[in-house]
């Protein structure tokens, strides 16, 4: 089961207690979460279910590929990190 953890960034935001969720990709692990804290989709995903451009998911500390369709695989012990993007100059 994948452990989940919204970053402390994205809390003042939507509460996002850490979980572990089964899963055998991002995708499902999420629509899982979601189904727990729906109010987090809507910050996380767009209406088209892919991730905000203001978001990044890390699994194992690499960034997802698949940002339409959530498909990346998640291991039995993976890790999960969604936060909130930083930019600017």
């Known amino acids: ?3 989940i ?3 402390g960034n994205v809390q003042p935001h939507v ?3 850490t979980e ?3 899963g055998d990709s991002v995708a499902d692990a ?3 979460y979601f189904e727990h ?3 987090a989709r809507g910050y996380v995903l767009d209406d088209q279910g892919a991730v905000r451009r203001h ?3 890390l699994v194992d500390g690499i960034p997802i590929r698949d940002r339409a369709r959530l498909s ?3 291991a039995r012990d993976s890790e999960v990190f969604v936060f909130q993007a930083l930019s600017g100059g």
């Open 15 to 17: 509460p996002c207690p």
């Open 20 to 22: 572990t969720i089964p």
């Open 30 to 32: 999420l629509g899982t």
């Open 72 to 74: 990346d695989a998640l």
């Open 55 to 57: 978001m990044v998911i």
């Open 5 to 7: 953890t919204f970053t």
């Open 1 to 3: 089961m994948a452990r």
């Open 37 to 39: 804290h729906p109010l």
